[in-house]
């Protein structure tokens, strides 16, 4: 009995973590990259095929607008040994100033200040760079759900 009952309470947990991780109705940004909604402007993180992280800045009409004052770091990778990405400015992006390590999922932390002297916005997540089944995006990005 005892057994049965830790064995629904797992499965029971790891529904909701795979529910919560794939939530359907979301929205991408407009790169097809995660939309990051706790800051204002929102953002976007994006990686692309050079494995560099790309943050763009979207308008509430989910349009690209020129990142301003904003510093963003991001930390990724294995914890022992975790990657640190600073961020340039290139057009209306800023680009990781070097490419994420190898491998298609780990744990990563998004800060973003959105100028100085303001509160820094952390978002955790795992980057899992697999395409999903169902929907265009990498599995970090999919709204559809599945």
Not at 68 to 76: A, I
Request: glycine content about 8%; charged content about 25%.
């Amino acid at each position: 009995m005892k057994t049965l009952l830790i064995t629904t309470l797992l499965v029971l947990t790891s529904s909701f973590n795979l529910a919560q991780a794939h939530e359907p109705g979301g929205k991408a940004g407009p790169t097809g990259g995660k939309l990051i909604t706790e800051v204002a402007p929102n953002a976007e993180f994006f990686v692309n095929k050079d494995r560099k992280v790309e943050i763009r800045f979207i308008s509430d009409k989910n349009k690209v607008i020129a990142p301003g004052e904003q510093v963003v770091s991001v930390v990724l990778g294995d914890r022992s040994a975790p990657t640190k990405l600073a961020f340039i400015k290139d057009g209306n992006k800023l680009v990781s100033d070097k490419a994420i390590p190898a491998g298609n999922e780990m744990p990563t932390v998004v800060q973003i200040k959105a100028k100085a002297g303001e509160k820094t916005v952390s978002k955790k997540f795992n980057l899992n760079l697999s395409s999903c089944p169902t929907c265009k995006n990498a599995e970090y990005a999919c709204i559809c759900g599945h």
